[in-house]
């Protein structure tokens, strides 16, 4: 697309950018060079094509840049991160032991890391990504063991995820892929 295509397109979805040289945004999945195996995922979630902050929000994190997102709610701003940190991961060599997560995602509340984290399950199952809740009101000891074993990816909240950090069930040696929701 010219310049004045994506700006008239940028203007269609509604969608407002600032930031230096940003990346352009896209129209469909195929165009995020995803694997067969994500857009077999995508489609089978019966997502036709990515959201107004999907399109702008995926070629953005997937270039590997910093991003505040911000669009209303039910708008599939999980997707725009979900779907990146898979891409990410498989990116990365493979985690040694007591290494991981890769991937963190941190959420205000309980339920909010919960909604996360059954999101992001439907995407990393195929590929064998091992991730984890960490909130409270779950076994200590049960994350601690599953920690332990390796994870790629964790969804916690802030509280319970420096209480596994203090128990050195985990470590950010690796974590290069950092989301909060619902920052504000
Ligand atoms: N491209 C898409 N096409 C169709 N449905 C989608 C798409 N992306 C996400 N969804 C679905 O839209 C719903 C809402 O998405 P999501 O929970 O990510 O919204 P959100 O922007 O995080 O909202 P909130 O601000 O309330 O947290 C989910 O059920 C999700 O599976
Ligand atoms: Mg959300």
Do not use: N, W
Request: proline share 6%.
């Amino acid at each position: 697309m010219s310049e004045p295509e994506i700006a008239e397109y940028q203007r269609s979805l509604a969608i407002r950018v600032s930031g230096f040289d940003a990346p352009r945004p896209v129209k469909t999945f195929e165009d995020c060079g995803f694997s067969p195996e994500l857009m077999c995922a995508i489609a089978k979630q019966a997502y036709e094509k990515p959201t107004a902050i999907q399109c702008q929000a995926l070629p953005i994190v997937l270039s590997g840049r910093d991003i505040i997102g911000i669009a209303k709610t039910g708008s599939g701003k999980t997707a725009s991160f979900v779907l990146p940190l898979i891409v990410h991961i498989m990116d990365q060599p493979e985690l040694e032991k007591e290494e991981g997560p890769i991937g963190v995602i941190c959420a205000p509340t309980r339920e909010l890391a919960h909604q996360i984290y059954l999101e992001m399950k439907k995407f990393a199952k195929s590929y064998g990504i091992r991730a984890s809740a960490v909130y409270g009101g779950m076994s200590k000891l049960d994350r601690f063991k599953e920690l332990k074993a390796g994870c790629e990816i964790v969804v916690a909240t802030p509280g319970r995820l420096i209480d596994m950090r203090k128990m050195k069930a985990l470590t950010m040696k690796r974590a290069t892929y950092l989301v909060l929701d619902e920052a504000d």
